[in-house]
Nanobody, 117 residues
């Protein structure tokens, strides 16, 4: 099992920036992919971005965030980041950290991001 704790959410004006963090603990050596998902009120949870942690690093982004969001991680696989720039009201959601590992997958508790003037 991997435990995940997100932070960095909050209220920001359109066009602003936020940086989310996700600290992982537990069986971190078994992690092979980390990612961010989000869920807006009344909508299904959707993928925002993922990053692999084994071998050559590769990233994947939802079309809606390409060019605005950047996913990264530290080499120890203990912390995952999501830099969010040029935020839009439609980015408002609860953002969740997720990891895939040898024993399955785990989720964080989520952090609220609200983009509003």
């Amino acid at each position: 099992q991997v435990q995940l704790v997100e932070s960095g959410g909050g209220l920001v004006q359109p066009g602003g920036s936020l940086r989310l963090s996700c600290v992982a603990s537990g069986s971190i050596s078994s992690i092979y992919r980390m990612g961010w998902y989000r869920q807006a009120p009344g909508k299904q949870r959707e993928l925002v971005a993922t990053i692999t942690t084994a071998g050559i690093t590769s990233t994947n982004y939802a079309d809606s965030v390409k060019g605005r969001f950047t996913i990264s991680r530290d080499n120890a696989k203990t912390t995952l980041y999501l830099q969010m720039n040029s935020l839009k009201p439609e980015d408002t959601a609860v953002y969740y950290c997720n990891v895939l590992h040898s024993y399955g997958n785990d989720w964080g508790q989520g952090t609220q991001v609200t983009v509003s003037s």
